[in-house]
C-alpha cells in the first residue's frame, strides 16, 4: 500500500532551520500534489505547503517566505526547508499525498498521510 514516512524533525532555537524529508512508496510524486501539514496541541491540522505535479506551490500565510516545499521524483521523496523558526511553528508536521494533479491545503484533498515528525522550537 502506499506509505509516506518522515523524518528531519526536532528541536531547535528560534530563527532556527530545519529540513523535512517525507519518502514515499507506492505512488508518484510527480503526477500527484504533494503537502505538508502540521498539528500543534490543541489545535486542528493545518495545510503548510503544496506542490503540485507541475511544480506550482502553495503557502498558508504564517509561512510564506520562511518555508520552502520542493521534492525530488528520482527519490520519491518531498521536502520542507524551514528557516527563521518561530516557537508557533511548534507542530507535529505530516506529509501527505494527493490523488490529484492539483491540490490546495485542504485536508480533504489528500488521500494518504505519513505518521507525522515533531518539530520544537524554543525562545
Known amino acids: 500500500q502506499v506509505q509516506l514516512v518522515e523524518s528531519g524533525g526536532g528541536s531547535v532555537q528560534s530563527g532556527g532551520s530545519l529540513r523535512l524529508s517525507c519518502v514515499v512508496s507506492r505512488w508518484s510524486t510527480s503526477r500527484h500534489c504533494m503537502g505538508w501539514f502540521r498539528q500543534a496541541p490543541g489545535k486542528e491540522r493545518e495545510g503548510v505547503a503544496v506542490?503540485?505535479?507541475?511544480?506550482?506551490?502553495s503557502y498558508a500565510d504564517s509561512v510564506k517566505g520562511r518555508f520552502t516545499i520542493s521534492r525530488d521524483n528520482a527519490k520519491s521523496t518531498l521536502y520542507l526547508q524551514m528557516n527563521s523558526l518561530k516557537p508557533e511553528d511548534t507542530a507535529m508536521y505530516y506529509c501527505?499525498?494527493?490523488?490529484?494533479?492539483?491540490?490546495?491545503?485542504?485536508?480533504?484533498?489528500?488521500?494518504?498521510w505519513g505518521q507525522g515528525t515533531q518539530v520544537t522550537v524554543s525562545s
Open positions: 501527505a499525498a494527493g490523488r490529484s494533479s492539483w491540490c490546495g491545503l485542504a485536508r480533504y484533498e489528500y488521500a494518504y
Open positions: 506542490i503540485n505535479s507541475g511544480g506550482s506551490t
